[in-house]
C-alpha cells in the first residue's frame, strides 16, 4: 500500500487542485464529502486554482451526454458505470443531495442523413410494431416530434435505461453551493476558488529516508488586473501546499514543466465548434419547451457540410449541437502556451454548417428555429485516449487527472472519487487507476518508446 501524504503540523493538509473544470471540482466536492464524512483532519483546506473562472472552459460548453454500458469490454468500463450511477445518485430523486434541473435519462437514435429534400421522419412514427409495449418501447416511441425533416435510415441506439444527459455547469455550480453551505463546513473545509493562473510547483526535497522524493510544498501562480488575459500587468502569488492535484484539462500538459520532467504527458485538444438552439416559439412568439421532446441523436456522416451531428435536446428547451466537423487540432507545445486558455472562438463557416444541416432535418426548426449561440471549446487527448490518472513519480503530494477525451463530463464524478481516495487514503478503491498511469509515455519509465510511436496518431474527429 501506498502512503497517503501526511502533514504533521498542525495546519492540517493543504490541498490545490489546479484547474476549475467538472474534472477539478468533482475532486473538490469528493474531497470535501470524504473528510466531512470522516471527520479527520478538520484543519484541512482545499483550494481550485482556476485561470479564468469556474466551467469556462469544455465544462461550460459541453454536451453532457452519458452512456452507462458505451465502455463494456475496455479498461473505462468501470468509469462509465460507476460515474453514471453516480449521476443519478446525486442529481435525481428524494435522496439526491445536488438537485440538478438539467439531469434526466433519455433515449438515443441513430440517424443518417437524408435527401435535399422530401421529409421521411414521420414514416418512423408510424412504422413500430411493438408501440406503447411496457419495458419494450418501439422506435417509434422515442422518434421526437421536432425531427420532421428530411433524414435517412435511424435506428435505436438506447431507450434510456443507460442513457442520459446533464448541463456540466449546472452541475459544477451545484456542487460548489453544496460544499460551501454553513452546515457542510461545520463538518468538514469547503472549497476556496482562487483565480489565477500556475506557474510552477514549489517543492522541497525529502528527508528522513533514501527514496529521493521530492516533497510538495506551494503553487506559484500570477493574477492579473487586465480583461484581456494579457501578462502586461502579472503579479506573482503563493498558495502553500501539501497536496497538488493537476486537472486542467488540455493544458494539463504544462505539468511536465512544473514537475521538471519527472512526468511527460503528451496530449492534443481537439478545438471544435458547437452551436445551441432557442426553444421553438408559437405564432404568439412565446417560447415552447415542451416541444422539445427528449431524444438524443447520434448522425451519420453528412458528406454535403461535412457534419456528424450530435443532437441533445435539453429539459429547458434548447438544443446543444455539436459533431459539427472541421475540428483544429492544438499540439502539445501549443496548449502548454496555453493556446486559447482566455479565448477559444467558434468558426463561422461550421456555425452555417451546422444550421443546414440540423435544418433539414428538422422542418421545425427550419420555420421556427432561432440559434441562441455558437461557442467552442477542446477535448484533451492523450494518444492513447485514456486519461492520466494518478501520481506523478518521484513527488509526494503531486498527482494527474486529465486527458478524458470525449468522456470528461460523462466520466467526472468516478475520476473524482477515484482521486480522493487516492489523495486521503493513498490508494484508490472504486476503480483500478493502472492503466492511466500517468507515467506511461514518459522515457525511462519502460513504456516512452510506445508512447513516442504513437505520439504522432490522429485521436480522431470524434472520439
Known sequence: MNAANTNDDKGGRNIVIIGGGIQGTSIAFHLHRKLSDSGRDSNASITILEATALASAASGKGGGFMARSWG??????????????????????????????????????????????????????????NKNKENNPSMADIVPEWLDGSIGRISPLGYGDDTAQVTPKEF???????????????????VNIVVGKCVGVDYENGDGDDSGEKVVKGVIY???????????????????????????????????????????????????????????VDEEGNLRKEAVDATALFCGEDYRFGTHLEVYPRPDGTIYICGIGGSDYITTSELQSSAFLTNCPPKPDRIDAAKSAFQLMSATYATQGELSHAQACMRPCPPDALPYMGRVPGYRGGYINAGHNCWGIAWAPACGMAMAELVLEGECSCLDLRPFDPARFTVGKGRGGRGRKKGSVSVGEQW
Not at 234 to 243: G, I, P, Q, R
Not at 245 to 272: N, T, Y
Open 222 to 280: 500570477v493574477t492579473t488586473s487586465t480583461t484581456d488575459g494579457s501578462d502586461d500587468d502579472e503579479k506573482e502569488e503563493y498558495l502553500t501546499a501539501t497536496d497538488v492535484i493537476v486537472a486542467a484539462g488540455p493544458w494539463a500538459c504544462q505539468a511536465e514543466e512544473w514537475f521538471e520532467g519527472a512526468v511527460q504527458l503528451p496530449m492534443e485538444g481537439v478545438k471544435s465548434t458547437s452551436i445551441v438552439w432557442k426553444p421553438p
Open 72 to 129: 463494456n469490454g475496455s479498461v473505462t468500463q468501470r468509469l462509465h458505470e460507476l460515474a453514471f450511477d453516480s449521476y443519478e445518485r446525486l442529481c435525481s430523486g428524494d435522496d439526491a443531495i445536488l438537485h440538478v434541473e438539467s439531469y434526466r435519462k433519455l433515449p438515443v437514435l441513430s440517424v443518417s442523413p437524408g435527401p435535399d429534400s422530401e421529409p421521411s421522419a414521420k414514416k418512423a412514427k408510424t412504422s413500430g410494431g
Open 172 to 190: 459544477v455550480e451545484k456542487m460548489m453551493e453544496y460544499v460551501n453551505r454553513p452546515e457542510e463546513k461545520e463538518k468538514g473545509p469547503g
